[in-house]
């Protein structure tokens, strides 16, 4: 055993994946509703481990946490900044910001009349609040305060030890308040007003669990074109001024095999011609009897036919502020030919496309249909979108540098010296690279798979390091403050939630029993919350009110490690 201890002590990588392997394996365990996750379950084992004695470089820990906190900035500074610039959202915004300043002040009320030292105050508000990236922000400020080593160390160890003891119940008590607690008291049925809500939002059409809308958008269907149809004789590119280029021809089979067509526009309609038609669905379903007669046997084009489709962003000003067909009047008439807009993307959400929808530059655009069409009209509209499966490391690297040096920058407010630290000032970075990319496309960016990496892997090192250092000191600590730190903890986590809930009530008029539990939850970054909210209204009508509040919580809550290190005098 001696043997084995001391291999583990010696190799610090080993101890680090032990903690995060044997850790998440525990997360994953579910008791009830419950489940405590990877990363606190990492937490405890590290700290375990810990016993064994490590010093881990403190410059490790640092990079992990920069690269966590800005890939989190990184990936809400677009629902973050377009919350603040949308009326609909202010409500939810404010009572985000409202949730995470009654937190605030109640970690501050506890550690004043508990007398808890800076480390256990943030810790507490790590765990009591979920918000596990105070752990670093509040680490990286204690480091900064010039106290000797020894102490700095303990005071970091504290902020591992509140968050390890106070954060089961603040994973739990969300899921009570918002699953049982409000509902119990204010009587009501999530999923019936959730029904009514998504009916209000979609105007009547309601999808029930495991349904989905049976017609595409866009989609090709088959017609052989009749004797006394209408178009014999008449062009393609007639078909498609008639259906106000909602609809394009693909393909064309004559005497049972298909033929070549040099241009697609100008091909001329002949009796019994087979000819594959796509676009609007909508337009589609009134050709059978217009243009022929619908045919369901697909084997003269099914290794045949393809369908083109190109993401472009769209970029001139002229065309902004316009629809569709107004758009269409400004471009040369065979610049709209052979082709359908069939999605439309802004600050990474779809838009419903109706037909007074107005375009704005930095639009993601999806078209539609043939090829060729597409590929010589599509820079009167904009250019090709960037490639999102890449990492720009040039703007990834200039972003990381300027959050930290950010981050060393110290006001004093109120007398009180405070930085943002490498994590606040990754985290505001991130934030403004963010956004930077959802509104112009050419500037480069992080692949989704990356962003959700870093936030995981950065998190999860981050924490484990802190464990192993926190060492048989951490252990001291939960003797002293144990029983005490975890009854703070549910103070910390529940009476926010219950003058948050109050405020939105009568002060904001958030009464919908759906966007009321749904911004409760994103306003401490709940996500088991969420998802017992969701499991309860069975559909997405929090998602609105939960995103918004979980990207305005994310930023705030981060922000108040620095905060209390700032305002707590107790070493």
């Known amino acids: 055993m001696d043997i084995f201890a001391d291999y583990i002590r010696s190799n610090v990588l080993i101890a680090l994946f032990l903690s995060i392997g044997i850790g998440y394996a525990i997360g994953k365990i579910k008791i009830g509703k419950f489940q405590l996750g990877g990363i606190a379950g990492s937490l405890i084992i590290a700290v375990i481990?810990?016993?064994?004695?490590?010093?881990?470089?403190?410059?490790?820990?640092t990079a992990f946490f920069a690269l966590f906190i800005y890939a989190c900035g990184y990936e809400g500074g677009p629902k973050f900044f377009g919350a603040l610039n949308n009326k609909a959202s202010m409500k939810f915004v404010i009572s985000s910001f409202f949730m995470t300043v009654i937190g605030l002040l109640c970690v501050l009320f506890c550690a004043y009349y508990f007398d808890l030292d800076r480390g256990l105050a943030a810790g507490l508000a790590a765990g009591g609040l979920t918000q596990s990236a105070i752990i670093g922000t509040a680490g990286n400020s204690i480091g900064n305060l010039g106290l000797n080593p020894e102490l700095t160390k303990q005071l970091q160890t504290n902020v591992a030890v509140g968050y390890s003891v106070t954060y089961i119940f603040g994973t739990l008590g969300p899921v009570l308040m918002v699953g049982t607690i409000l509902p119990l008291i204010m009587k009501w049925d999530l999923r019936k007003s959730a029904i009514e809500l998504?009916?209000?939002?979609?105007?009547?059409?309601?999808?029930?669990?495991?349904?989905?809308?049976a017609l595409e958008k866009v989609s090709s269907r088959i017609y052989e074109i009749t004797k006394d149809s209408k178009y014999v004789g008449k062009t393609a590119r007639e078909l498609e001024e008639d259906f106000k280029e909602k609809i394009f021809l693909l393909d064309v089979s004559q005497n049972g095999s298909t033929i070549k067509v040099d241009n697609y526009d100008n091909y001329i309609f002949k009796e019994n011609d087979w000819v594959v038609i796509g676009g609007k669905t909508k337009a589609l379903l009134s050709l059978d009897g217009v243009l022929g007669t619908e045919i369901f046997d697909c084997t003269k084009f099914s290794t045949t036919t393809t369908e083109y489709k190109k993401s472009i962003i769209f970029h001139y000003k002229k065309f902004a502020g316009k629809t569709i067909e107004e758009i269409k009047t400004l471009l040369p008439p065979a610049a709209t030919l052979g082709f359908v807009v069939a999605q439309v993307y802004r600050e990474n959400e779809e838009l419903p496309l109706k037909p007074?929808?107005?375009?704005?530059?930095?639009?993601?655009?999806?078209?539609?249909?043939?090829?060729?069409?597409?590929d010589s009209s599509f820079k009167l509209l904009g250019y090709a979108t960037p490639s999102k499966n890449v990492v720009d490391y040039i703007t990834f690297s200039i972003g990381m540098i300027l959050g930290i040096m950010i981050g060393e920058i110290t006001l004093p407010i109120a007398g009180i010296p405070i930085s943002l630290g490498t994590g606040g000032g990754c985290l505001f970075s991130g934030l403004i690279f963010g956004w930077l990319k959802s509104r112009f496309p050419k500037v480069g960016g992080i692949d989704t798979g990356t962003v959700s990496f870093l936030k995981v892997f950065g998190l999860v090192v981050f924490v484990v390091i802190?464990?192993?250092?926190?060492?048989?000191?951490?252990?001291?600590?939960i003797e002293q403050y144990g029983m005490t730190l975890f009854w703070l903890g549910v103070f910390v986590t529940m009476v926010p939630q219950v003058i948050t809930f109050l405020f939105d009530y009568f002060i904001l008029k958030i009464k919908n029993p759906v966007d009321s539990v749904a911004i409760i939850a994103g306003g401490r970054s709940a996500n088991p919350a969420y998802a017992e909210v969701l499991r309860k209204t069975q559909n997405s009508t929090p998602v609105l009110p939960f995103s918004v509040g979980y990207a305005v919580a994310n930023v705030f809550l981060t922000m108040w490690g620095p905060v209390i290190v700032g305002i707590i005098t107790k070493n």
């Open 198 to 213: 998504e009916k209000s939002q979609s105007k009547g059409i309601v999808l029930g669990e495991n349904e989905f809308l």
């Open 49 to 61: 481990i810990g016993q064994l004695g490590f010093n881990v470089p403190g410059i490790l820990k």
């Open 356 to 374: 007074d929808f107005k375009f704005e530059v930095g639009d993601e655009v999806i078209l539609t249909g043939r090829k060729q069409n597409i």
């Open 466 to 477: 802190v464990g192993l250092n926190a060492g048989k000191s951490a252990l001291v600590t």
